[in-house]
């Protein structure tokens, strides 16, 4: 059984950070497409940075240097680094590894 589960998120202000983290079970944890992506409510699914099964990596145009992924083979989880954090970033973030999909998790950000 696969399992995708992220954490991590939370409420900030603005210019802070969070770093989430998403772990990945049932699967060989290998270069494999991985990807994470946030939602606003009324509003569609939006890519925010995705590693590609080369290893390249691609980010968003509204980042602006500000967001980092990474993964850590030995522990299994997938890392999405968020700083300068801004009221527009809040989102439900969610985690995606080979077609499996987390249940996503909250990001505020407000004063």
């Known amino acids: 059984q696969v399992q995708v589960v992220e954490s991590g998120g939370g409420s900030v202000q603005p210019g802070g950070s969070l770093k989430l983290s998403c772990t990945v079970s049932?699967?060989?944890?290998?270069?494999?497409?991985m990807a994470w992506y946030r939602q606003v409510p009324g509003q569609e699914r939006e890519l925010v940075a995705q590693?590609?099964?080369?290893?390249?990596?691609n980010y968003a145009d509204f980042l602006k240097g500000r967001f980092a992924i990474m993964t850590d083979n030995t522990k299994n989880t997938i890392y999405l680094q968020m700083n300068a954090l801004k009221p527009e970033d809040t989102a439900v973030y969610y985690c995606?590894?080979?077609?499996?999909w987390g249940q996503g998790t909250q990001v505020t950000v407000s004063s």
């Open positions: 995606v590894f080979e077609g499996h």
């Open positions: 590693i590609l099964t080369s290893g390249h990596t």
């Open positions: 049932g699967l060989v944890f290998r270069n494999y497409a």
